[in-house]
């Protein structure tokens, strides 16, 4: 109890919410790192999920491919990343390891989101004529939008609470927090740190879900 006291004391003073080293720079960061994170994984993953979906051939053996790396903790990956040449480039190690840990649920939510369009519907739009690119656009996306934005939060929330690792690379975010507390041996500090990564984690899966709510109900329906 003396320890989530203190941890509390911690949160709430004015010293820790600014400077370089404060709660609010290492939030920012944290942020960021997520971010650029998910866009990259975005721009791998939805694109391969999107064309192999709408042909129906491949999918499965992507889908397999990519869940490989679950099994594989992400703190592994960034340590083996740190021995290569590219671990002595800035934050390119964390940010790697992160987006391997992103792309499976995207890949998969939106593979599945693509191959559950209803098929009668398919034939129907290429009986009006519609040409591939037509009917993957006005059709089946929109249809599959559901799952593509699952897959999206489940890899945001995942990221938000993995990015914490940057810290052991010498980058910023919230991680930052936690071993500091570590080197100094202040367990309050490292509950804090803790907290605050939790917090974050939830408050971007309530702006997801909050966001789906406002969606029209086409773009909600099928999300879970």
Known sequence: MNTLSAAWDWLTSAANWSGEGG???RLGEHLFLTVVCLLLSC???LPVALVLGHLG????????TSNVGRAVPTFAVLVLLLLTPVGRHGQWPTITALVLLAVPPLLTNAYVGMRGVDRDT????RGM????GQLLWRVEVPLALPLILTGVRV??????????????AGGGGLGRIITAGFNLA??????????LVALFALLVEGVFETAQWLAPRWARRGAS
């Not at 004529?129 to 591939?132: A, E, L, Q, V």
């Not at 890899?155 to 052991?168: K, P, R, S």
């Not at 202040?186 to 907290?195: D, K, M």
Request: aromatic share 2%.
């Open 43 to 45: 721009l791998i993953a």
């Open 57 to 64: 051939k491949g999918g499965a053996l992507a889908v397999n």
């Open 122 to 125: 398919v034939r129907a739009a």
């Open 129 to 132: 004529g519609m040409t591939g």
């Open 155 to 168: 890899a945001a929330v995942q990221l938000v609470a993995t990015a914490t690792i940057a810290a052991l």
């Open 23 to 25: 709660i609010w720079n």
């Open 186 to 195: 202040s367990t309050p500090q490292v509950v804090a740190g803790a907290v």
